[in-house]
Structures are given as structure tokens and as C-alpha cells.
């Protein structure tokens, strides 16, 4: 496993809609690896293949089973060719970051609850429901794949003060 470098705002990859993945080699199996050790390593919950430059569509997100309990084991998904299905009407208003656009933090109104269709690692069909902020790490990086940031959608973009608590990077 090998530490990627993660692209930031204006890298071009970041604006494109990512492509579709077909092929399950041993390429993509690395790509995946690669990419949990890169997102564990900034520390972050989610990462996108654009955010280290390659424009295919794939995830990995990782976030404790329960959010509630702070010793909670972490749950790792990897998903390729994500599609949100089904999306609740609620709505909720939440600060995010991100890995490639260091420095900023924003509100962005995002669905409680989603649900995510995709393929695993080797290729077998995957149906994820998330609500919460596990919801919110969901679209925030299908979203990346759609060439879309978090800016964007920001009713208010800021550098966080000092003295700003740390957010879980997604």
C-alpha cells in the first residue's frame, strides 16, 4: 500500500464527472488500498478517486458504527460506481470540510437520509441506507465524482479561527 497525494482546488480533475469503472483487476485493488491508507493517514471519513487525481468513480468511506459512542469501532465501505437511489425529503444544515480544499469550512443543507447502490471491491452488487452525518459523508463524495464540491453547495464558506474545533475531514 502506497500514500497518494491529495489534489486540491484548482486541480482540473476535481471539476470532471468521473467514469465509470468496468474493470475489477488487480490495478483497481490497489487503487482501493491505496486510497483507505490515504484517507486514514490525512486523517479524513471519505475520500473520492478525483481527489487523488484519477477520474473514475470510486469511494471509500470510513465512520464509526455508531456516532453516538465515542469509542465506536469504524466502518469501512468501498464502493465503485455509487448512485444514490433514494433520498429523504428532510433536509439539515452542516458544517463540512474537505481534503481538497484545505483550510475552509462550510454549510452546506444536505439529505438525513440516502440510499446507495454500487459495487464492492470485487465487483458484487451493494446497497447501502445511511442517515446522519453518514448520509452527509455520502453525498459530499458521490458528489466529488459528479465533479462537484462542497463550495459549491455552501450557503457560507469560512476559515475556521484558531480555536475552531477540528471537523472530520470528508
Not at 491505496?34 to 487525481?53: F, S
Not at 462542497?150 to 476559515?159: C, G, H, M, Y
Request: aromatic share 4%; charged share 30%.
Amino acid at each position: 500500500m502506497t500514500l497518494r497525494k491529495i489534489v486540491t482546488l484548482p486541480d482540473p480533475v476535481l471539476r470532471r464527472k468521473a467514469r465509470n469503472i468496468i474493470l475489477f483487476d488487480a490495478d483497481l485493488q490497489t487503487l482501493i488500498d491505496d486510497m483507505i491508507e490515504t484517507l486514514r493517514d490525512a486523517p479524513g471519513v471519505g475520500l473520492a478517486a478525483p481527489q487523488l487525481g484519477i477520474s473514475d468513480r470510486l469511494i471509500v468511506v470510513e465512520y464509526p458504527e455508531d456516532d453516538e459512542l465515542e469509542d465506536s469501532p469504524r466502518k469501512l465501505f468501498v464502493v465503485v460506481n455509487p448512485e444514490i437511489k433514494e433520498i429523504s425529503e428532510e433536509t439539515e444544515l452542516g458544517i463540512e470540510g474537505c481534503l481538497s480544499i484545505p483550510g475552509l469550512h462550510g454549510e452546506v443543507e444536505r439529505a438525513l437520509a440516502v440510499t446507495v447502490k454500487g459495487l464492492t471491491r470485487r465487483g458484487q452488487p451493494v446497497k447501502i441506507k445511511a442517515s446522519n452525518w453518514l448520509a452527509r459523508i455520502f453525498q459530499h463524495e458521490i458528489d466529488h465524482l459528479n465533479g462537484v464540491v462542497f463550495t459549491d453547495l455552501a450557503i457560507k464558506v469560512w476559515k475556521p479561527a484558531l480555536d475552531e474545533p477540528a471537523l472530520d475531514n470528508v
